[in-house]
Every structure is written in structure tokens, then in C-alpha cells.
RNA sequence: GGCCCUAUCGUCUAACGGUUAGGACAUCGCCUUUUCAAGGCGGUAAUCAGAGUUCGAUUCUCUGUAGGGUCACCA
């Protein structure tokens, strides 16, 4: 395609990186690594009040758990002197003047430097949205700085993306009004205009703009709360994109390779917890043995005291069930497994008749103890437990063995306690 | 309010102007299952309204309506 692209993702460090933002760092990244171009960090904290070290470690941090590299990284304050440049241009050429002002708010300069607004209609091509125009008559003659060494955001994003080589200028949807007066100011200092592309806006569920106080987590938190990387860039990509086909899992790699920016969706959609859910059961499902070994390892310290073939039949059992890993957690918390290490303590309510247990035992007698798995425990007990109820028969022998309600099936749990073990418990139960 | 953007199931979305308007999530039902899940099968559910163009509009045009964005010495 294009040569030579470059695109950024411009955050001001001014809160925790949220949907509402990242979504534009996915697109800008997909679309520069898709056609080899660059991807640029720009860290927009000219607004000293608001901005915090710890919001920008937020967001490298964030885009780091992504996987979203990026090829250089600016901070705009950095750029100062190359703004005061500008700003001396424009004052010498006309085309912006320091003007006089009486303050109405707080903070407020009695003297600030404003635009000199040729008043003319604007015509912008978006790549997602065809061609938009605007009078910018109604703009005035808006501030760009409050003083020499304080610009504001139109002049200091003109700027640095003129200085910084940006050829495509991918945000979202709520920059759009923000685009002619810097249309303008490029035009005033003789930049090229870069091509743009507008984002739809990722909705709260009532359908308005989504921020931090409509409910949107931090990026970190969904992390936090054990959901993978892949599975939010994922989702991500599916707000407002799709690749035309029925698939809807995908790796970063896939999405890179697939992703079209001129088949961006236009109007906004909603962030739907629900389907980030199953995204994370679809990636959960794609992880290999050994990947979920170590993470079901890592949140419940105690399954290491467990054998490769005891984990080999546990680890499936255990991710068949979750969404998120969290629930590992709270499986540590709640001593979900601790049945596997210590005998439970068993109610005899829950436990009920035990009148098969014995025929039970005796058919586990006949498996050798090197093949005590899941299929042959099965196997010699099945025909047994159908033709005397299969509650009847399994049931007990499951109570007996975890004293839970709930468990993975007899057979399983009796494979990962082994031959020896499985008879001493439910000889135990035996009157 | 001005300006700008948008409009297909509850949600995310598909459909060269010609489809029984498709898929996914959620939901409901059935099957399977000792339990809880998972899984399998099936169902309910949408083109904002009105004109126009056309043999034929979800699709093109206009108007209306609705929603959203933006109108800072924030970004």
C-alpha cells in the first residue's frame, strides 16, 4: 500500500487508560504494522494541572500488557521550544496575534495568543467517513497559546504531528469538530495535511460517550481481574470492525494481517461485558497444556504439589469451567482443591445410602494401579452403576472422595488421588 | 440552541438494488450429564418514520424523528 505510514496514539496522562481510549491505540497500531509503517507514542501532557507520572506509567504499562509496540515515544511538554518557534512564526506572519483579555474564570491570562481565522469553509476527506465540511467562521479567533511557552492542544497537536512525520491522523469520532481549526493552523505554518480517519466511539451502555465516570475500567483492572491480552485486543477490534467472514477469534497477528480501516463501522457500539467473556473463554480454549499448567500453578500455589499426570488430567477439568482467571483465585481462596491433598470431611446427609460402595471398591480392586486414569475407571465401573442407577452408585463414591456437593466427576477426581488413596477413602465410608 | 456525525435482532454485526434479512453474545427450550459447568441441537428476536428514484429498496436521494459528539485560556 502506502509507503513511509505513520500514525500514533496520543493520550493525555490525565486517568487510567480505558476502552474509551486504548480502542484508538489498537486500530492506529494495526493499521501501521499492516502496511510497515511506524507507530508513534505521544504522550500529550501539556496540561500540567491534570497530568500524572503515574497515568503514564499506566499507559505504557497498558500497552505493553497488550503487546502494542511502538516505534518512538514523544512527550509533548519535551517539545516546548519547537511550539515557541511556531508560535513566533505565526505572530510574525500574521497569522495569529497576542491579544488582549479580560479573565472570566480562574486561571484565566489577561493576555493570550490567538489565531487570526481566514474564516473560510474547510473540506476533509475521512478515510472512514467521506467528506466532511465545516464553516469555521463560527470558530473565531480561537486561543492556541496562553503564552509563548504555553500552547494549547491544537497548536501543540499540529505541531508535533507535522514535526514528527504523521501521515495518517487515526482518533476518534469526538475529535472531529476539532479537526478544521487544525486544519487551519497547518495551513497557516505550511504543513501537509495527513489523511484522517475518525473512529466511532465506544458507547456505555446508555449509549453515551463512554469515560470513567460512565462505569469504564482500566485496562489494567480486566488484566487484574484475569482477563488475557489477547482477548481485549480481540474484542477491540471487533467494536466497530469486522473482516467480512463468520470468524470472530482472533490473534494479534490475524488481526494485523486482516484489519481494513476503510471498513470501519460509523456509528458508535456499545462495550458488552458479556461478550468479553466469551472472547476469554474463546482464547482461554486456545492456550496449550503447559501455558495453563503454569498459570493454574501460579494462582494456586498448592496444585504443585501434584504430579504431571495428576495435572495433565486436573488442568483441563479446571479451565473447562472458567471464563476468567480470577476464579482460580477464588478456587485458592475457597480451598476449592483441597480435597486432592487432605481427606475431606464427610456429611453423612450429603453422602446418602451407601449400599453399592462395596461392590464399588471391589470393581477398582481389578484396574492395576499403573492404570488408574479417567476412561479405565470408567470403564469398570459404568455398566455396574447403570444397571444399579448411576446415581445411586456415583454419587457416593464422588461425596466420598471431595465431601463437596460439587466436583469434576468420580472417575477423574479418582484418577488424580490415585488407586491407594481412592480405596482409604472410600473404605472409610464403609459401615 | 449552532455546527458536525450516526441509524439492521436487547448487544456486536453481515447482506454488487433482487436473500426465507445471515452469524456471534445474551435469552428461552430440548438432548446429554451422579452434581455443577461445559458441550450438542433448536426457538424467540431487527432493517427509525414518511416521501421520492426504480420493474424491485436494508441498500440511492430528500424530509422528519431519534441518539451521539462538539461548541475551554482540557486534551
Redesign the pocket.
Known sequence: MKANIVTRF???P?GLLHAGNYRTAVFSYLFARQNGGKFILRI????R???KPEYEANILESLAWLGLDFDEKYR?SENAPVHREYLEKMIASGHAYISK?????E??????IRFKNPNKVVTFS?L????????TT??KD??IA?SLD?????L??VVDDFTEGMTHIIR???????TPRQILIQEAIGAPRPIYA?L??V?A?????LSKRKGALALTEYRDRGYLPQTLLNFMA?????P?T?E?VFTLDQLIEKFDLA?V????????D??L??YN?EHLKKLSLSELTNIATERIPDLAQLNSNQLKILVPVIF???STLAELDEMREGGEWDYLFTAPAVSKELLGETKYLAETIALLENISADKFVPEKIKDAIWDF?TEKG??E???P???ALTG??????????AAILGKEETKTRLLAKLD
Open positions: 496520543a493520550p493525555s490525565t500529550e501532557d501539556t496540561d494541572e491534570r497530568s509533548q483579555e479580560t479573565p472570566v474564570k486561571g484565566d491570562r489577561s493576555e493570550v475521512d472512514i467517513r467521506g467528506e466532511i465540511s465545516f464553516d463560527e470558530l480561537f486561543v496562553k504555553e500552547p494549547v492542544f491544537h501543540a497537536v476518534g469520532e469526538d475529535h472531529i469538530s476539532n475518525h466511532p466511539l458507547l451502555p446508555d449509549r453515551s460517550k471487533m467494536l466497530g470492525w469486522n467480512g463468520e470472530e471498513k463501522q460509523k456509528s458508535g457500539a456499545i462495550f458488552n458479556e461478550k467473556l466469551w473463554r473447562e469451567r472458567l452403576a448411576r446415581k452408585v456415583l454419587w463414591m464422588r461425596v463437596k456437593e460439587k466436583s469434576p466427576d468420580p472417575f477423574t477426581v
